[in-house]
Nanobody, 118 residues
Framework: QVQLVESGGGFVQSGGSLRLSCAAS????????MGWYRQAPGKQRELVAN???????NYAESVQGRFSISRDNAKNTAYLEMNRLNPEDTAVYYC????????????WGRGTQVTVSS
């Protein structure tokens, strides 16, 4: 069985920073791409950033230059460094990973809340 657990969310003032972590555990053979998504109230879930196993990254235009995604393959963990946060970044942040367990599948974490006050 595979599990993704996010941590690091919280409440921060506009202009502040947070660092999210996503740890994958279980009988994992290999992890391919990992990514962060977010969903604000009343809106669809959207991609924030993703990263390949080799470290190639991709960002949503709205977070380009403010957020940074990274990963530690040895720890099966991805990170999202978020700087210069603004109220529009308020959302539940979810981790997604493409994992080889008995077969390749996409797995999701349960999410972590990020709230940015103005």
């Amino acid at each position: 069985q595979v599990q993704l657990v996010e941590s690091g969310g919280g409440f921060v003032q506009s202009g502040g920073s947070l660092r999210l972590s996503c740890a994958a555990s279980g009988s994992i053979v290999r992890i391919n791409a990992m990514g962060w998504y977010r969903q604000a109230p009343g809106k669809q879930r959207e991609l924030v950033a993703n990263i390949t196993r080799g470290g190639r990254t991709n960002y949503a235009e709205s977070v380009q230059g403010r957020f940074s995604i990274s990963r530690d393959n040895a720890k099966n963990t991805a990170y999202l460094e978020m700087n210069r946060l603004n109220p529009e970044d308020t959302a539940v942040y979810y981790c997604k990973a493409n994992i080889l367990y008995t077969r390749w599948d996409d797995y999701w974490g349960r999410g972590t809340q990020v709230t940015v006050s103005s």
